[in-house]
């Protein structure tokens, strides 16, 4: 789907749905600093740092996973300090405080690990616009709306990180009338479109309330 369409009609019907919006945090809601994922493929005459954009370009299988090292995404402190100092990407925030001021949910659905971490620092990273004024996202966040999927202390389903995030959003059906992601990764908006398509195959009217966005860079 194309970004400029999420504003539709449908988004302001909030009235008649219980709706949910997941936001991706690296290169959607932020740009990360002084993190990154190192790797070391047989065709690698040394270890390459990669940021999570450029890790996001990467053809990761879970044969090839190996291959990467993911010890500054287990450092409680530079995870932390990764989200809290990082750059605002100010067109996703402002798409986000439009879904918020229409009376969507938010949560968090991130590749990353270290799950608690993850909440307390995105949630001290977080704003939105209430009037002409930055206001902390407080309440409006709350911890069981924020999956970090990778996390060392919980099991998450599927074998790839697009997959699991696939199966969150899954999970959330029951729950809510519409579940939608906005992800800069295409690789998750291609799994939350075959899963719409496996649904509508299957005859599953749910289908009709699962919604993938590419975020804006």
Same mark, same amino acid.
Request: charged content about 35%.
């Given at each position: ?142 911890? #069981?709306? *924020?999956?970090? $999927?990778? +996390? !060392?202390? %919980?099991?998450? &389903?599927?074998?790839? @990180? ?14 809510? #009338?519409? *579940?939608?992601? $906005?992800? +800069? !990764?295409? %690789?998750?908006? &291609?799994?939350?479109? @075959? ?23």
């Amino acid at each position: 789907m194309n970004f400029a369409e999420i504003i539709t009609k449908e988004l302001f019907e909030e009235a008649k749905h219980k709706s949910l919006l997941l936001l991706d945090i690296d290169d959607t809601l932020l740009t990360a600093q002084g993190i990154k994922i190192w790797r070391k493929l047989p065709s690698d005459k040394k270890e390459v740092a990669l940021t999570p954009a450029q890790y996001a370009e990467e053809n990761v299988t879970p044969e090839t996973k190996k291959y990467y090292d993911y010890r500054e995404f287990r450092n409680p402190d530079i995870v932390g300090k990764s989200i809290t100092t990082g750059i605002p990407i100010v067109s996703n925030l402002k798409t986000m405080d439009s879904y918020i001021k229409n009376g969507w949910d938010i949560g968090i659905l991130t590749a990353r690990g270290m799950e608690p971490i993850i909440f307390k620092s995105i949630k001290q990273f977080l704003k939105f616009k209430q009037g002409k004024d930055l206001k902390p996202i407080g309440d409006k966040l709350v911890r #069981d709306l *924020v999956f970090a $999927i990778n +996390d !060392d202390n %919980k099991k998450y &389903k599927g074998g790839t @990180d697009f997959g699991k995030k696939t199966e969150v959003m899954k999970s959330l059906l029951n729950r809510y #009338d519409r *579940v939608w992601l $906005i992800d +800069d !990764d295409s %690789k998750n908006i &291609k799994a939350i479109n @075959d899963l719409r398509t496996e649904l509508k195959n299957k005859g599953d009217k749910r289908h009709g309330k699962l919604r993938a966005i590419i975020a804006k860079k």
